[in-house]
């Protein structure tokens, strides 16, 4: 059981994975635990960090990883902990586990459209930027969509020719 539970966090494995992609693949790992689960998710996820603590599995220290930066604070500590056997027991971290955290903020810019507004807020690792895209509906009072994207320079020049087009 715990081999298959380990297995939904392969994906982050792969070379070309990135802190962002990470990022953005573990909330969809905890929300599908959280919905397969017959407990409590923060009680899930503490038995499976204890399980796996002591694998030697490559998986076991990347979800640790992950989970101590973005699951539940109940479990935080203990992950960070269990990753920090797993690494000392000679599983090589993932090269962008480094990067965990450090997204800097770059620019925001939008535009607004017979009641709605479209606002793209810019970030980056490093020399690798992404935004979030939201789509705004003012009439019903909430967020319609949520978009990322890494093509900022793209991104930017649409929003900019929208923009202009809805001065």
Avoid at 31 to 37: C, E, L, N, R, S
Avoid at 126 to 140: I, K, M, S
């Amino acid at each position: 059981a715990v081999a298959g539970l380990l297995g939904v966090w392969q994906p982050l494995l792969d070379k070309k994975m990135t802190a962002f992609h990470a990022e953005m693949a573990t909330p969809e790992i905890l929300w599908a635990f959280d919905g397969a689960a017959d407990d409590d998710l923060v009680d899930g996820l503490t038995r499976l960090i204890e399980e796996t603590e002591h694998t030697g599995r490559p998986e076991a220290l990347v979800m640790c990883r992950m989970l101590g930066h973005l699951g539940p604070p109940e479990v935080r500590g203990q992950a960070v902990r269990a990753a920090n056997t797993l690494a000392a027991g000679g599983i090589r971290d993932r090269p962008w586990v480094s990067s965990l955290g450090t997204a800097r903020f770059e620019r925001a810019y939008g535009f607004d459209d017979d009641g709605g507004r479209v606002l793209a807020v810019e970030f980056a690792y490093g020399r690798r930027h992404h935004a979030f895209v939201l789509l705004l509906d003012e009439l019903d009072g909430g967020v319609v969509g949520l978009y990322a994207s890494d093509d900022t320079q793209e991104l930017f020049r649409q929003i900019r020719l929208e923009a202009l087009a809805h001065a």
